[in-house]
């Protein structure tokens, strides 16, 4: 399933599932860099949902790091709050899809 066409009911529903989640990764004072995308990489694909902390000192702000990532992935930002960014990815590895299967399920029914 690619993550451009999802509906508001898929989002609403991984908005929910996002809500008890801690940020995993952090964008710091270097900003977002081929590096950081890459280490980014490797968690989405574990999890296909994870939560983004831009701190204070950060060199980008969250519109910038959503921005960024849009860009350079496939990575769909779901929702910022505050300084946290959510941001869904359909994982390559079927053993790692938990979420996307869901929302395939989520797809076929009628809103």
């Given at each position: 399933m690619s993550s451009e066409n999802l509906n508001n009911k898929q989002k609403k529903w991984l908005k929910a599932q996002a809500h008890t989640m801690?940020?995993?990764v952090q964008v710091g004072k270097e900003g977002c860099s081929p590096?950081?995308?890459e280490q980014l990489k490797l968690a989405i694909e574990k999890r296909e949902l994870?939560?983004?902390s831009v701190l204070a000192n950060a060199a980008?702000?969250?519109l910038e790091t959503k921005e960024f990532l849009e860009a350079n992935s496939k990575m769909?930002?779901?929702q910022i709050l505050g300084?946290?960014?959510?941001v869904y990815c359909p994982a390559k590895k079927l053993a790692n899809r938990n979420f996307s299967t869901q929302l395939k399920?989520?797809?076929?029914?009628k809103e």
């Amino acid at each position: 399933m690619s993550s451009e066409n999802l509906n508001n009911k898929q989002k609403k529903w991984l908005k929910a599932q996002a809500h008890t989640m801690r940020p995993v990764v952090q964008v710091g004072k270097e900003g977002c860099s081929p590096e950081w995308l890459e280490q980014l990489k490797l968690a989405i694909e574990k999890r296909e949902l994870l939560k983004i902390s831009v701190l204070a000192n950060a060199a980008v702000d969250e519109l910038e790091t959503k921005e960024f990532l849009e860009a350079n992935s496939k990575m769909q930002v779901i929702q910022i709050l505050g300084h946290v960014l959510t941001v869904y990815c359909p994982a390559k590895k079927l053993a790692n899809r938990n979420f996307s299967t869901q929302l395939k399920q989520l797809a076929s029914t009628k809103e």
